[in-house]
């Protein structure tokens, strides 16, 4: 009742009169009223209103008002850390010098203010959300701390009254409560509801929640009240139950009751059932899965032994069971949760409900507040595994991923609190248990090996859990942890956690597993693999290099030692369970082998860090043999799949071999496999390992001395490769050092060099192809100082440049020279290249240099390069070097390449010859003992005496016995043999086993037959196996399979039968290289006996095969004194190797095959220079876009005077011909809409890019605006025909044309449209839109513009000097004009019927002038009053003229001091483009009263008569513009038009253009310097020639213009501001100059156009004498300093009467209703250049500003800012908000902005774009960082400073309208940007 009293009084009151109860010490009564107000106001069976959250903001304040109240609070925070909550997609920053942990993270706020200068910081978008840590002593250095959180503020706070948060204890935990009821009242579990919509129920509450982060944002004082209630157990117990009495609490906490139930790992009811047999029975779909893992967790209680847990399937294909609970120590993992206090059940809502983002930010919001901070962590990492069961069932993982992520990164980066929840809450034991259950519910069984009995399991890469990587917030959260060394000891020294673990491991062993296809394609290609590799990775390797980081140390031994135990133990058991025995299964490959890896790392650890012997760590040799295994077959496949042996795998197998050896995975996959091969290597019987690795490579069949052989594996094209393969492995195996022995900084080094080696490298990819030590705490990190020391002493820097082809460079780093000569590394390369193409760049690029620096000019081979001494330990693997096995493969070799069999290749030479030097510079120490006594089956000992390399090279081998197949060559030979000693047929049978030998054939041949050498690698093998494993007969005679008997041979449609034959031989490996450098240098004796004295091995270091025989045999003979005798037999000798017999197909290769080589290599070099040459003079001619160097391809503009007509050559049909009426030719011209010229400003410095919000760009001083401006205050006055001829238009939105320079016939074009139209594979142009590329360079191009016929007949009567008077010019001018347009026609029509003939030139003139229209909006053409009038069109034609004009003047940089040779010049087409406007606007014929020729050439009588009273006056002279009336003249009188009527117009108009500027000038005078100045003109006006002076003038025109009363004394007193200098004549000349310059130079380029004279360069001083001079309007011309510009007037009348005249028009002005218009006498013609907006140097500058700026017309922040660099418009990029008719808003800004041409700074991504109509493209950044490189979408987020020249680009491109043609890759934008 006292409720609904208190409810009924205002708030405020209430609020106050509660507080003061509850002050009072006895406050039972006032305790009473706030308990039953609050169960009134926050009732939750009401639903959410807004009004209880007003009564509790209330309450809080107790009677304030709640800002108040706010700002009282936040006076005692006494915080230290800043503890700002970000969520996805916020800016923040991240600096590796100050971060303690890597995950340390900084607000821009703090980052600006502490001081990080110099530092390795970068700023970066936060992909889960984070929170600052400024102020955290944990995550960061405290030099780091912003001035904010430097000061530990904590220690100056007042101390907080009671009172003040009394009201907050008492209310906060009745609307915790409430919100916690909601939450358990709108939960639905996911199987039960249909409609289940979480969302519904967060939504109601998000008042709630965001009032609660607002109460933490109050500071530590309200965090600590939170904190109190929150984890207050007491307040907890008794509110949420709810009283006895409410049914509604009652309910309500069931419900919460039963969402608890299903909250452990193990549901209740399994429990209860117990049992193995639960797990069989079918659970609902729900549970499935993970049911499995709670049946047998309850029933292995019962069960002890270890080894059957492996093995215990319970029927085949069913899922394995891992029984966990037997090793977990704590149950509780596995129960139900069960909680305490409000924390631990929000934290639980949370969960179930997929942690809002709200409810997220509230909790982390908390965390400045210590001892909440820990018990939060405690709460959390009670509730892990039941987050993680939540995920696993989520359909939105990845925004739950982010989100757990996001909490977790924050509690466990901090040492001490992820080592005090490890001992307090086994952390550990749960995220190793719950990875292991979430692994559970995808495991299948594995088929390696043996498929049908495999008792192993492994994942199954396809399940959703792995393809969408869900258990990667649980991965990270581990390897997070373990980063911390006190936790990873507490790992590392529990085994029964390890044994965990390596069963975890063990169900990623052999995942993935690729079966070849040997008949036909695969119909779908699996992805699976993404997942694999991702999975090894990331829960593999990344926990297993966190584990190494703190295995660095001798006292840390142990850990190694028990890794390495439990990794062996691990191995042997899956071995067992796959049931491998020794031979690994045919075509089955995985690339995943994470247990060898796990301990091969460990071992190298140990050997390198902790000084362990190797040897201690080792397993028996049998378990060696098997470890080698799988690795091995991994090296094999490798091959395989490059020889395309795999290709019916589709591409993903190719994608898998990459992947393997990919950077990223580099060192955590491929480097320990050959690690761990090595090390297998060193330990194992040399021979078993150099035969295994043939027979896995399938190239035993190949190693014969035979010419032909079979192969039953592979097929004739894959041998080669193969064969390239092995031996490229074995010579990695023999030299790679990475795990052997070299220290980081060497490996480092040699990382790098192989990068930079493939090609130059920017610094961000360097940084990520170099493998780097996973761990980020493990000291070489990329980016450190070793990194950049490293970097620039192998390393130049190559600034950024700019090509002319468009295309941008970034900033590069190229080897230094001493790189290539002594570091560069091919083995490295090859070892390191993802694409077999690189290899080969590097050694192009190695070549290039050897030319370079004049070393060798050939072909070289891949250097040799030495290594660093092994580490003690692996001494062992230099035996492989030195085995008998090695050395017969490599004999066999050198004559086989040597006789010119099959499939070698110089590449096989090659590592042969590295082999050999391996061995010669790695001999092994002289331990004789090991020989044991010899067997008689080794049936190698006969070939070689000893097992050194040294002196096997130089033994003679005689005789070989070889099996051949019938048809062999050897077999023809001995046949033709026989029958020339006419043997008997009888005998025949018997001596097929003779040898080769013809001279020794009598009777000895048994002797040859008994030394014979034979060779079999297999037999090898399988005896020095079975020698190491001495089992009993029984399974030894298993293990060894039968020898392959000749079954084998046999398969359908067999081969021929094979034969034994013997082959005489009789050389040594060295008497073979010998032979070998003779043949390779084709001269009979190549090695003469002085080469050998002055040998120096130093200068062989680079060159070709040649050099590398000569270094090799430099070698051998300067270490043994026996090699250099017998090399000096061998040379002595010389014979000329045995021509070889024609006769057999095998020889016919012989030695011509390279003399035809080097011939085809000469013709190709030769057709290539050819090719070269002649696509160098087309791109000469064609492409040059922006180089004025050479001159124009075909000068159309110019016209020479030629003798009869100007022949085109058509691009399409090749022909060359006039242009005909009939059959015109056109132009390649692309038509352009351009705004450049309107957005000239007057002063030369660019406007400033407004980076505050103090600055702005004001719009109205440009170009097109002042124009704009004109044009309408004309309009308002005057007559709108006269209007529309008194100015141009096309500022903005003008036409601009222009060409490529080539010419096609139209009806050829025509054709080539409609092919193109047919051919939809072009992109990037719209067809439709008659846009195509010019057939010759591929220029971009929209139409064509026809060419006039003739031209050049009558040219020189036309150019004649006339010595007519002035007058007679006029009067001639004016007849001209009277005479209407001469239409061309065609000839047959002509005389039928002249008055309707039409020629299909005009047809087409008339089609262009459309294209031109459409080319610009209808609102650049529609100035007039009634648009579409003719009036209207005309204004739009003369102004195309116009704005080409002006737009060629600015590209020749704004005046004509360059003289003729100019870029621009050539992409002009003026003279076509005058000629088809002249032929357009002939249409309007000008009515000759209003011609305004007449008003400038005669002196009329004042026709005020005429005037009406509505009809408006024209516009008068003194305001039109003189350039528009000089193209309009030119283009409506009759072309050719006589030069000297040309001359005469210009006179006239100059006329005109001097008083105007007179008229201009007098009003920028004082009043008293008017009086002066017009005095002194009185005086001079009587003198002779002062119409020539502009003193008279000026002082004429200003006693003229006082007439009028408004032309001086508006604006006096700003001009009287204004110029405070005091006008000289000088000043006044120079400044009547510069007024008329514009005209003059427009019509200097106009007479350079239409008639073809040059223009002269000069000084700019000299400008305007040259020019009149040219445009012959000085008399005589002075010299150019006292050049005065009114000697070039000329006047046919009087000048004054027609000053007088001109001024008369302006006083009738001020009398008139217009005399507002009279300020149109103030004009100024000059502009300065285009230019886009002036840039700050450091992009962070508008990247601060700009990326939060909301946006003007919708209010929000944009997703993606964008400004446009032409004025400065802040725009959205593809943002629905702003968009008008379905076009979004850059689109519609570049329409309105450029007419259609658009450039835009993405703020995001610091790129800019280009739109140009309806395309678009990326054109680059103009900000780089340091290193030269773009940041594209600031992934990096490195600073980024202003690139001055590629800004200067662009501008460039803008004002040259080159876009198209530089830019190449274009797509339409559908106006969605």
Same mark, same amino acid.
């Given at each position: 009742?006292?409720?609904?009293?208190?409810?009924?009084?205002?708030?405020?009151?209430?609020?106050?009169?509660?507080?003061?109860?509850?002050?009072?010490?006895?406050?039972?009564?006032?305790?009473?009223?706030?308990?039953?107000?609050?169960?009134?106001?926050?009732?939750?069976?009401?639903?959410?209103?807004?009004?209880?959250?007003?009564?509790?903001?209330?309450?809080?304040?107790?009677?304030?008002?709640?800002?108040?109240?706010?700002?009282?609070?936040?006076?005692?925070?006494?915080?230290?850390?800043?503890?700002?909550?970000?969520?996805?997609?916020?800016?923040?920053?991240?600096?590796?010098?100050?971060?303690?942990?890597?995950?340390?993270?900084?607000?821009?706020?703090?980052?600006?203010?502490?001081?990080?200068?110099?530092?390795?910081?970068?700023?970066?978008?936060?992909?889960?959300?984070?929170?600052?840590?400024?102020?955290?002593?944990?995550?960061?250095?405290?030099?780091?701390?912003?001035?904010?959180?430097?000061?530990?503020?904590?220690?100056?706070?007042?101390?907080?009254?009671?009172?003040?948060?009394?009201?907050?204890?008492?209310?906060?935990?009745?609307?915790?409560?409430?919100?916690?009821?909601?939450?358990?009242?709108?939960?639905? %579990?996911?199987?039960?509801?249909?409609?289940?919509?979480?969302?519904?129920?967060?939504?109601?509450?998000?008042?709630?929640?965001?009032?609660?982060?607002?109460?933490?944002?109050?500071?530590?004082?309200?965090?600590?009240?939170?904190?109190?209630?929150?984890?207050?157990?007491?307040?907890?117990?008794?509110?949420?139950?709810?009283?006895?009495?409410?049914?509604?609490?009652?309910?309500?906490?069931?419900?919460?009751?039963?969402?608890?139930?299903?909250?452990?790992?193990?549901?209740?009811?399994?429990?209860?059932?117990?049992?193995?047999?639960?797990?069989?029975?079918?659970?609902?779909?729900?549970?499935?899965?993970?049911?499995?893992?709670?049946?047998?967790?309850?029933?292995?209680?019962?069960?002890?032994?270890?080894?059957?847990?492996?093995?215990?399937?319970?029927?085949?294909?069913?899922?394995?069971?891992?029984?966990?609970?037997?090793?977990?120590?704590?149950?509780?993992?596995?129960?139900?949760?069960?909680?305490?206090?409000?924390?631990?059940?929000?934290?639980?809502?949370?969960?179930?409900?997929?942690?809002?983002?709200?409810?997220?930010?509230?909790?982390?919001?908390?965390?400045?507040?210590?001892?909440?901070?820990?018990?939060?962590?405690?709460?959390?990492?009670?509730?892990?595994?039941?987050?993680?069961?939540?995920?696993?069932?989520?359909?939105?993982?990845?925004?739950?991923?982010?989100?757990?992520?996001?909490?977790?990164?924050?509690?466990?980066?901090?040492?001490?609190?992820?080592?005090?929840?490890?001992?307090?809450?086994?952390?550990?034991?749960?995220?190793?248990?719950?990875?292991?259950?979430?692994?559970?519910?995808?495991?299948?069984?594995?088929?390696?090996?043996?498929?049908?009995?495999?008792?192993?399991?492994?994942?199954?890469?396809?399940?959703?859990?792995?393809?969408?990587?869900?258990?990667?917030?649980?991965?990270?959260?581990?390897?997070?942890?373990?980063?911390?060394?006190?936790?990873?000891?507490?790992?590392?020294?529990?085994?029964?956690?390890?044994?965990?673990?390596?069963?975890?491991?063990?169900?990623?062993?052999?995942?993935?597993?690729?079966?070849?296809?040997?008949?036909?394609?695969?119909?779908?290609?699996?992805?699976?693999?993404?997942?694999?590799?991702?999975?090894?990775?990331?829960?593999?390797?990344?926990?297993?290099?966190?584990?190494?980081?703190?295995?660095?140390?001798?006292?840390?031994?142990?850990?190694?030692?028990?890794?390495?135990?439990?990794?062996?133990?691990?191995?042997?058991?899956?071995?067992?369970?796959?049931?491998?025995?020794?031979?690994?299964?045919?075509?089955?490959?995985?690339?995943?082998?994470?247990?060898?890896?796990?301990?091969?790392?460990?071992?190298?650890?140990?050997?390198?860090?902790?000084?362990?012997?190797?040897?201690?760590?080792?397993?028996?040799?049998?378990?060696?043999?098997?470890?080698?295994?799988?690795?091995?077959?991994?090296?094999?496949?490798?091959?395989?799949?490059?020889?395309?042996?795999?290709?019916?795998?589709?591409?993903?197998?190719?994608?898998?071999?990459?992947?393997?050896?990919?950077?990223?995975?580099?060192?955590?996959?491929?480097?320990?496999?050959?690690?761990?091969?090595?090390?297998?290597?060193?330990?194992?019987?040399?021979?078993?390992?150099?035969?295994?690795?043939?027979?896995?490579?399938?190239?035993?069949?190949?190693?014969?001395?035979?010419?032909?052989?079979?192969?039953?594996?592979?097929?004739?094209?894959?041998?080669?490769?193969?064969?390239?393969?092995?031996?490229?492995?074995?010579?990695?195996?023999?030299?790679?050092?990475?795990?052997?022995?070299?220290?980081?900084?060497?490996?480092?080094?040699?990382?790098?060099?192989?990068?930079?080696?493939?090609?130059?490298?920017?610094?961000?990819?360097?940084?990520?192809?170099?493998?780097?030590?996973?761990?980020?705490?493990?000291?070489?990190?990329?980016?450190?100082?070793?990194?950049?020391?490293?970097?620039?002493?192998?390393?130049?820097?190559?600034?950024?440049?700019?090509?002319?082809?468009?295309?941008?460079?970034?900033?590069?780093?190229?080897?230094?020279?001493?790189?290539?000569?002594?570091?560069?590394?091919?083995?490295?390369?090859?070892?390191?290249?993802?694409?077999?193409?690189?290899?080969?760049?590097?050694?192009?690029?190695?070549?290039?240099?050897?030319?370079?620096?004049?070393?060798?000019?050939?072909?070289?081979?891949?250097?040799?390069? %030495?290594?660093?001494?092994?580490?003690?330990?692996?001494?062992?693997?230099?035996?492989?070097?030195?085995?008998?096995?090695?050395?017969?493969?490599?004999?066999?070799?050198?004559?086989?390449?040597?006789?010119?069999?099959?499939?070698?290749?110089?590449?096989?030479?090659?590592?042969?010859?590295?082999?050999?030097?391996?061995?010669?510079?790695?001999?092994?120490?002289?331990?004789?003992?090991?020989?044991?006594?010899?067997?008689?089956?080794?049936?190698?000992?006969?070939?070689?005496?000893?097992?050194?390399?040294?002196?096997?090279?130089?033994?003679?081998?005689?005789?070989?016995?070889?099996?051949?197949?019938?048809?062999?060559?050897?077999?023809?030979?001995?046949?033709?043999?026989?029958?020339?000693?006419?043997?008997?047929?009888?005998?025949?049978?018997?001596?097929?086993?003779?040898?080769?030998?013809?001279?020794?054939?009598?009777?000895?041949?048994?002797?040859?037959?008994?030394?014979?050498?034979?060779?079999?690698?297999?037999?090898?093998?399988?005896?020095?196996?079975?020698?190491?494993?001495?089992?009993?007969?029984?399974?030894?005679?298993?293990?060894?399979?039968?020898?392959?008997?000749?079954?084998?041979?046999?398969?359908?449609?067999?081969?021929?039968?094979?034969?034994?034959?013997?082959?005489?031989?009789?050389?040594?490996?060295?008497?073979?290289?010998?032979?070998?450098?003779?043949?390779?240098?084709?001269?009979?004796?190549?090695?003469?006996?002085?080469?050998?004295?002055?040998?120096?091995?130093?200068?062989?270091?680079?060159?070709?095969?040649?050099?590398?025989?000569?270094?090799?045999?430099?070698?051998?003979?300067?270490?043994?004194?026996?090699?250099?005798?017998?090399?000096?037999?061998?040379?002595?000798?010389?014979?000329?190797?045995?021509?070889?017999?024609?006769?057999?197909?095998?020889?016919?290769?012989?030695?011509? =095959?390279?003399?035809?080589?080097?011939?085809?290599?000469?013709?190709?070099?030769?057709?290539?220079?050819?090719?070269?040459?002649?696509?160098?003079?087309?791109?000469?001619?064609?492409?040059?876009?922006?180089?004025?160097?050479?001159?124009?391809?075909?000068?159309?503009?110019?016209?020479?005077?030629?003798?009869?007509?100007?022949?085109?050559?058509?691009?399409?049909?090749?022909?060359?011909?006039?242009?005909?009426?009939?059959?015109?030719?056109?132009?390649?011209?692309?038509?352009?809409?351009?705004?450049?010229?309107?957005?000239?400003?007057?002063?030369?410095?660019?406007?400033?890019?407004?980076?505050?919000?103090?600055?702005?760009?004001?719009?109205?001083?440009?170009?097109?605006?002042?124009?704009?401006?004109?044009?309408?205050?004309?309009?308002?006055?005057?007559?709108?025909?006269?209007?529309?001829?008194?100015?141009?238009?096309?500022?903005?939105?003008?036409?601009?044309?222009?060409?490529?320079?080539?010419?096609?016939?139209?009806?050829?074009?025509?054709?080539?449209?409609?092919?193109?139209?047919?051919?939809?594979?072009?992109?990037?142009?719209?067809?439709?839109?008659?846009?195509?590329?010019?057939?010759?360079?591929?220029?971009?191009?929209?139409?064509?513009?026809?060419?006039?016929?003739?031209?050049?007949?009558?040219?020189?009567?036309?150019?004649?000097?006339?010595?007519?008077?002035?007058?007679?010019?006029?009067?001639?001018?004016?007849?001209?004009?009277?005479?209407?347009?001469?239409?061309?026609?065609?000839?047959?029509?002509?005389?039928?019927?002249?008055?309707?003939?039409?020629?299909?030139?005009?047809?087409?003139?008339?089609?262009?002038?459309?294209?031109?229209?459409?080319?610009?909006?209808?609102?650049?053409?529609?100035?007039?009053?009634?648009?579409?009038?003719?009036?209207?069109?005309?204004?739009?034609?003369?102004?195309?003229?116009?704005?080409?004009?002006?737009?060629?003047?600015?590209?020749?940089?704004?005046?004509?001091?360059?003289?003729?040779?100019?870029?621009?010049?050539?992409?002009?087409?003026?003279?076509?483009?005058?000629?088809?406007?002249?032929?357009?606007?002939?249409?309007?014929?000008?009515?000759?009263?209003?011609?305004?020729?007449?008003?400038?050439?005669?002196?009329?009588?004042?026709?005020?008569?005429?005037?009406?009273?509505?009809?408006?006056?024209?516009?008068?002279?003194?305001?039109?513009?003189?350039?528009?009336?000089?193209?309009?003249?030119?283009?409506?009188?009759?072309?050719?038009?006589?030069?000297?009527?040309?001359?005469?117009?210009?006179?006239?108009?100059?006329?005109?253009?001097?008083?105007?500027?007179?008229?201009?000038?007098?009003?920028?005078?004082?009043?008293?310097?008017?009086?002066?100045?017009?005095?002194?003109?009185?005086?001079?006006?009587?003198?002779?020639?002062?119409?020539?002076?502009?003193?008279?003038?000026?002082?004429?025109?200003?006693?003229?213009?006082?007439?009028? =009363?408004?032309?001086?004394?508006?604006?006096?007193?700003?001009?009287?501001?204004?110029?405070?200098?005091?006008?000289?004549?000088?000043?006044?000349?120079?400044?009547?100059?510069?007024?008329?310059?514009?005209?003059?130079?427009?019509?200097?380029?106009?007479?350079?156009?239409?008639?073809?004279?040059?223009?002269?360069?000069?000084?700019?001083?000299?400008?305007?004498?040259?020019?009149?001079?040219?445009?012959?309007?000085?008399?005589?011309?002075?010299?150019?300093?006292?050049?005065?510009?009114?000697?070039?007037?000329?006047?046919?009348?009087?000048?004054?009467?027609?000053?007088?005249?001109?001024?008369?028009?302006?006083?009738?002005?001020?009398?008139?209703?217009?005399?507002?218009?009279?300020?149109?006498?103030?004009?100024?013609?000059?502009?300065?250049?285009?230019?886009?907006?002036?840039?700050?140097?450091?992009?962070?500058?508008?990247?601060?500003?700009?990326?939060?700026?909301?946006?003007?017309?919708?209010?929000?922040?944009?997703?993606?800012?964008?400004?446009?660099?032409?004025?400065?418009?802040?725009?959205?990029?593809?943002?629905?908000?702003?968009?008008?008719?379905?076009?979004?808003?850059?689109?519609?800004?570049?329409?309105?902005?450029?007419?259609?041409?658009?450039?835009?700074?993405?703020?995001?991504?610091?790129?800019?774009?280009?739109?140009?109509?309806?395309?678009?493209?990326?054109?680059?950044?103009?900000?780089?960082?340091?290193?030269?490189?773009?940041?594209?979408?600031?992934?990096?987020?490195?600073?980024?400073?202003?690139?001055?020249?590629?800004?200067?680009?662009?501008?460039?491109?803008?004002?040259?309208?080159?876009?198209?043609?530089?830019?190449?890759?274009?797509?339409?934008?559908?106006?969605?940007?």
């Amino acid at each position: 009742m006292m409720a609904a009293s208190l409810l009924r009084r205002d708030k405020k009151s209430t609020a106050a009169h509660l507080k003061a109860d509850l002050k009072r010490t006895d406050n039972s009564s006032g305790l009473r009223q706030l308990q039953e107000l609050l169960d009134s106001v926050l009732n939750p069976e009401r639903g959410s209103d807004p009004e209880a959250l007003e009564w509790c903001k209330w309450l809080l304040a107790g009677g304030d008002g709640f800002d108040e109240f706010c700002r009282t609070v936040r006076s005692y925070d006494n915080a230290t850390l800043c503890g700002l909550v970000w969520t996805a997609n916020f800016v923040a920053y991240r600096c590796r010098t100050c971060g303690i942990s890597p995950c340390m993270s900084l607000c821009a706020e703090c980052f600006n203010n502490g001081d990080h200068t110099g530092h390795d910081f970068n700023m970066f978008r936060s992909q889960a959300g984070g929170a600052c840590d400024c102020g955290d002593g944990n995550v960061m250095r405290e030099s780091g701390f912003c001035s904010r959180h430097r000061l530990k503020t904590g220690e100056n706070v007042p101390s907080v009254p009671r009172d003040l948060l009394l009201m907050s204890e008492m209310v906060l935990p009745r609307f915790i409560i409430t919100i916690i009821q909601y939450l358990r009242d709108g939960y639905t %579990e996911p199987e039960s509801a249909a409609d289940r919509d979480l969302q519904k129920v967060l939504q109601q509450l998000e008042p709630h929640i965001s009032f609660l982060e607002e109460l933490t944002k109050m500071g530590g004082a309200m965090r600590t009240v939170l904190t109190k209630i929150l984890t207050n157990q007491q307040t907890f117990k008794e509110l949420s139950m709810g009283q006895e009495e409410n049914v509604y609490a009652k309910r309500n906490y069931e419900k919460y009751l039963s969402a608890l139930k299903s909250s452990g790992l193990v549901s209740v009811e399994e429990k209860g059932a117990g049992g193995a047999g639960a797990g069989a029975t079918d659970t609902p779909a729900g549970a499935g899965a993970l049911s499995l893992l709670g049946a047998t967790a309850a029933a292995s209680l019962e069960d002890s032994s270890k080894e059957e847990d492996q093995d215990g399937l319970q029927g085949v294909g069913q899922r394995k069971r891992v029984k966990l609970s037997s090793s977990t120590k704590d149950p509780s993992i596995m129960d139900t949760l069960k909680h305490k206090c409000f924390l631990e059940e929000l934290l639980f809502w949370t969960i179930k409900y997929e942690f809002p983002q709200k409810m997220v930010t509230f909790l982390l919001n908390m965390l400045p507040d210590q001892d909440y901070k820990i018990t939060f962590t405690k709460t959390f990492v009670q509730h892990y595994a039941f987050i993680m069961k939540t995920l696993m069932k989520s359909h939105e993982s990845d925004t739950m991923s982010n989100r757990i992520v996001h909490i977790s990164v924050q509690l466990f980066s901090n040492e001490e609190l992820a080592r005090h929840v490890t001992e307090e809450c086994q952390l550990l034991d749960i995220m190793v248990t719950v990875l292991l259950y979430m692994m559970e519910s995808c495991l299948i069984k594995s088929e390696l090996q043996d498929e049908e009995n495999n008792r192993h399991v492994v994942v199954n890469c396809g399940e959703a859990l792995l393809k969408n990587n869900t258990y990667w917030p649980l991965v990270s959260d581990f390897i997070n942890i373990l980063s911390h060394q006190s936790v990873a000891k507490r790992f590392l020294e529990d085994h029964s956690l390890l044994l965990l673990w390596m069963s975890f491991v063990s169900f990623f062993q052999g995942m993935n597993l690729n079966k070849r296809e040997l008949n036909e394609h695969v119909e779908f290609e699996s992805q699976t693999y993404y997942a694999a590799f991702a999975a090894e990775l990331e829960a593999c390797a990344q926990p297993m290099w966190g584990l190494l980081t703190h295995c660095k140390v001798k006292e840390t031994q142990e850990y190694t030692k028990t890794v390495v135990r439990y990794c062996l133990e691990t191995l042997q058991m899956w071995f067992d369970a796959i049931g491998f025995v020794d031979e690994p299964a045919l075509n089955q490959l995985t690339f995943h082998l994470p247990l060898h890896r796990y301990y091969a790392m460990f071992l190298s650890k140990g050997v390198k860090c902790q000084g362990l012997d190797l040897d201690s760590l080792l397993p028996d040799q049998e378990m060696l043999m098997k470890i080698m295994v799988h690795p091995l077959q991994i090296q094999a496949s490798l091959s395989e799949i490059h020889s395309n042996m795999w290709v019916r795998n589709g591409l993903q197998i190719k994608g898998q071999a990459m992947t393997y050896v990919q950077s990223h995975f580099c060192n955590s996959m491929i480097d320990p496999d050959i690690y761990l091969l090595q090390v297998c290597a060193s330990r194992l019987d040399p021979d078993y390992f150099i035969s295994s690795v043939f027979e896995r490579f399938k190239v035993v069949d190949l190693l014969t001395m035979a010419s032909q052989h079979q192969n039953a594996v592979l097929d004739s094209e894959q041998e080669r490769p193969m064969l390239e393969g092995a031996l490229t492995f074995l010579v990695i195996l023999s030299s790679l050092r990475i795990h052997l022995g070299m220290s980081d900084d060497e490996i480092l080094r040699a990382e790098m060099v192989s990068q930079l080696c493939m090609n130059d490298r920017t610094h961000s990819s360097l940084l990520d192809l170099i493998p780097e030590n996973p761990n980020p705490k493990s000291g070489v990190v990329p980016g450190s100082c070793s990194f950049e020391e490293m970097l620039s002493a192998v390393a130049d820097f190559k600034a950024p440049v700019f090509e002319p082809g468009g295309s941008m460079q970034q900033g590069m780093y190229t080897p230094k020279a001493e790189v290539w000569e002594k570091e560069f590394d091919p083995i490295m390369v090859i070892l390191r290249t993802v694409y077999r193409r690189d290899v080969q760049s590097a050694m192009d690029r190695y070549a290039a240099f050897l030319k370079q620096s004049g070393v060798h000019t050939g072909n070289p081979w891949p250097p040799y390069k %030495e290594r660093t001494p092994l580490h003690p330990c692996y001494k062992g693997l230099v035996r492989l070097l030195h085995c008998k096995t090695l050395h017969i493969v490599i004999f066999t070799l050198l004559y086989k390449i040597w006789m010119d069999h099959q499939n070698m290749s110089e590449h096989v030479l090659c590592m042969v010859l590295y082999l050999i030097e391996l061995g010669l510079d790695n001999q092994v120490q002289d331990d004789k003992v090991e020989e044991e006594p010899c067997i008689e089956e080794h049936c190698h000992d006969s070939w070689f005496p000893g097992t050194s390399l040294l002196s096997n090279l130089h033994h003679v081998i005689n005789f070989v016995r070889v099996r051949v197949p019938e048809t062999a060559p050897e077999v023809e030979r001995k046949r033709e043999r026989e029958r020339e000693r006419e043997t008997p047929p009888s005998t025949s049978s018997e001596s097929a086993t003779f040898g080769q030998s013809s001279r020794r054939l009598t009777g000895n041949w048994r002797e040859n037959l008994r030394e014979a050498q034979v060779f079999s690698l297999v037999a090898e093998r399988r005896r020095k196996f079975q020698e190491i494993i001495n089992r009993s007969n029984h399974e030894a005679s298993q293990a060894v399979r039968p020898k392959s008997s000749s079954s084998r041979w046999l398969p359908p449609g067999s081969p021929p039968q094979l034969v034994t034959e013997i082959l005489e031989i009789r050389e040594s490996m060295l008497s073979l290289l010998v032979k070998l450098h003779q043949k390779l240098s084709a001269k009979q004796n190549s090695l003469s006996l002085s080469w050998l004295a002055e040998v120096d091995p130093a200068h062989h270091a680079h060159g070709d095969g040649l050099t590398a025989i000569e270094r090799i045999l430099a070698k051998a003979s300067a270490r043994s004194r026996h090699s250099k005798r017998c090399l000096q037999e061998i040379c002595g000798k010389v014979c000329p190797p045995i021509p070889p017999k024609k006769n057999s197909p095998g020889d016919k290769k012989s030695m011509d =095959k390279e003399e035809r080589r080097q011939r085809a290599r000469e013709r190709q070099q030769k057709l290539l220079a050819e090719f070269a040459s002649r696509q160098k003079s087309f791109m000469e001619t064609a492409m040059d876009v922006e180089s004025p160097e050479t001159d124009a391809v075909m000068d159309v503009g110019s016209a020479e005077p030629l003798d009869s007509e100007v022949l085109y050559d058509c691009v399409i049909c090749g022909q060359s011909g006039p242009s005909t009426e009939d059959r015109p030719t056109g132009l390649v011209v692309l038509l352009q809409a351009s705004s450049v010229l309107g957005h000239r400003c007057r002063s030369d410095t660019p406007k400033r890019l407004p980076t505050t919000d103090e600055e702005h760009i004001y719009p109205e001083d440009t170009c097109g605006a002042t124009n704009d401006v004109r044009l309408s205050l004309m309009q308002r006055y005057f007559k709108d025909s006269s209007c529309l001829q008194s100015v141009s238009v096309g500022w903005d939105g003008g036409v601009y044309v222009q060409t490529c320079g080539h010419t096609l016939h139209i009806d050829c074009h025509k054709s080539y449209m409609e092919s193109l139209r047919n051919d939809q594979v072009l992109q990037g142009f719209s067809v439709d839109k008659g846009e195509f590329t010019c057939p010759l360079c591929r220029q971009f191009a929209n139409s064509v513009l026809p060419c006039r016929p003739g031209r050049g007949i009558e040219t020189p009567a036309w150019h004649a000097p006339s010595n007519k008077s002035m007058s007679t010019l006029v009067k001639e001018v004016e007849d001209l004009q009277e005479q209407l347009g001469i239409f061309p026609v065609s000839a047959s029509v002509k005389q039928r019927d002249p008055i309707l003939a039409e020629s299909n030139l005009s047809k087409e003139m008339e089609s262009v002038i459309k294209d031109i229209k459409n080319t610009t909006q209808k609102k650049y053409m529609d100035y007039g009053k009634n648009p579409g009038s003719p009036d209207n069109d005309f204004l739009f034609m003369y102004s195309v003229a116009r704005t080409n004009l002006e737009l060629e003047l600015v590209h020749r940089g704004g005046n004509l001091c360059s003289g003729g040779a100019s870029a621009a010049a050539k992409r002009s087409c003026l003279n076509q483009l005058f000629h088809v406007l002249a032929m357009h606007m002939r249409l309007y014929s000008i009515d000759s009263a209003y011609n305004p020729w007449t008003r400038l050439t005669q002196s009329t009588h004042s026709r005020e008569t005429e005037f009406c009273d509505d009809e408006r006056p024209e516009v008068p002279m003194l305001f039109r513009d003189v350039p528009s009336l000089l193209i309009i003249f030119i283009l409506t009188m009759p072309q050719p038009l006589r030069k000297e009527h040309f001359t005469c117009v210009v006179k006239v108009l100059y006329s005109l253009q001097y008083t105007q500027a007179l008229a201009a000038l007098s009003i920028r005078f004082s009043r008293e310097e008017r009086l002066a100045w017009s005095n002194t003109g009185a005086a001079k006006k009587n003198m002779p020639n002062s119409d020539k002076s502009w003193e008279s003038l000026l002082g004429h025109v200003i006693s003229e213009l006082t007439k009028a =009363k408004d032309v001086y004394d508006t604006n006096s007193e700003e001009a009287l501001m204004l110029s405070s200098s005091v006008w000289s004549p000088q000043s006044i000349e120079f400044t009547l100059q510069q007024f008329c310059l514009p005209f003059l130079r427009l019509s200097c380029l106009l007479q350079h156009h239409l008639y073809g004279d040059s223009l002269p360069g000069c000084q700019v001083e000299e400008e305007f004498s040259l020019l009149t001079g040219c445009l012959s309007l000085a008399g005589s011309v002075q010299s150019s300093g006292s050049m005065s510009s009114a000697a070039g007037l000329e006047w046919n009348l009087n000048a004054f009467d027609l000053i007088n005249q001109w001024c008369s028009e302006v006083i009738d002005l001020s009398s008139s209703p217009s005399q507002q218009s009279v300020s149109l006498l103030v004009q100024d013609p000059q502009w300065a250049a285009p230019r886009l907006l002036h840039l700050p140097d450091n992009y962070n500058t508008i990247f601060q500003y700009y990326h939060r700026k909301s946006c003007t017309s919708c209010g929000k922040t944009p997703k993606d800012p964008a400004l446009c660099l032409v004025c400065g418009a802040f725009v959205c990029l593809k943002g629905h908000c702003c968009k008008q008719q379905g076009v979004c808003e850059c689109v519609l800004h570049s329409q309105h902005c450029g007419a259609a041409t658009g450039i835009f700074l993405l703020v995001n991504a610091s790129v800019i774009i280009i739109i140009r109509g309806h395309r678009f493209c990326l054109w680059g950044s103009v900000y780089l960082d340091a290193h030269g490189e773009e940041d594209r979408d600031l992934r990096r987020g490195k600073p980024l400073y202003l690139c001055e020249e590629r800004y200067r680009v662009l501008e460039q491109q803008w004002v040259s309208h080159t876009f198209d043609h530089i830019n190449k890759r274009w797509g339409p934008h559908y106006n969605g940007l």
